[in-house]
């Protein structure tokens, strides 16, 4: 794993059950998964926005931060879930060597 990815992922964890007058993160479990997959449902639909904008007018730092943003919320749930960026890691090593149509048959479904 990638330090920022290492780090963030010690930090999610050590905030997961902080103070949520003084931790984002905290408060985001605090409030329960539903109001984490809210903010993950805004992010994505952010990102998506902000990349329709870099057909408008070329530049990528908006959709760069979106994305960030999307990143972020994405490990505070699979952190409220206790998993976190390893098990994605890995999941997307396994995958190497083999075509995105047979890894999508080969899932069980």
């Not at 998993?83 to 080969?106: C, H, Q, T």
Request: charged content about 30%; some cysteine; aromatic content about 4%.
């Amino acid at each position: 794993m990638s330090a920022v990815l290492t780090e963030l992922t010690r930090v999610l964890e050590a905030r997961r059950h902080g103070d949520p007058e003084t931790s984002y993160v905290a408060r985001l479990h605090r409030q329960g998964l539903n109001k984490i997959l809210e903010k993950l449902g805004e992010e994505c639909t952010e990102t998506l926005l902000a990349a329709k904008d870099v057909e408008r007018d070329g530049s990528t730092s908006a959709l760069i931060a979106e994305t960030a943003d999307l990143w972020f919320h994405s490990l505070v749930m699979l952190s409220h879930l206790g998993e976190n960026a390893d098990a994605v890691l890995a999941e997307l090593a396994r995958r190497f060597g083999m075509s995105g149509l047979e890894e999508k048959a080969s899932r069980n479904h």
